[in-house]
């Protein structure tokens, strides 16, 4: 039998990943990697390290939601050649769980309430 991991024990968050476009997802899909902004790795690493985090993934103005991975590692320093994107800061792992395109339609239903209850899209 196999012991339980001390991070299923933890709190769930989910935050929401932009990307300016399809390339970024599929590279992510393939390599199991994904890069953000300097302004958002704070945030994602301190919630990686209090939490099991799920991010969301959606191209800007697809109005589509192209899957969810969880977050696999905390964000490092070294950066990834692969996108291209002066403005992106270190590489983290991600384990992708969906890769299918969701219209934002069908999520209309789920509100945040950190964001004055706007629809999640």
């Known amino acids: 039998s196999k012991s339980p991991s001390p991070r ?22 393939q390599k199991g990697i994904w890069s953000t902004t300097p302004s958002n790795e704070r945030k994602l690493n301190g919630a990686f390290w209090e939490s099991v985090v799920y991010l969301i993934f959606s ?30 800061g270190g590489v983290f792992k991600v384990e ?8 934002f339609q069908f999520a209309h239903h789920l509100l945040n309430p950190w964001n004055d209850n706007k629809k999640v899209q």
């Open 8 to 29: 299923q024990y933890l709190p769930v968050r989910y935050f929401v990943m932009k990307s300016s476009n399809f390339q970024n997802i599929e590279i992510s899909q």
């Open 59 to 88: 191209v800007q103005g697809s109005r589509h939601f192209q899957g969810f991975a969880r977050m696999g590692s905390s964000i490092g320093c070294e950066k990834s050649q692969d996108w291209g994107s002066a403005g992106l």
């Open 96 to 103: 992708w769980i969906r890769k299918e395109s969701i219209p």
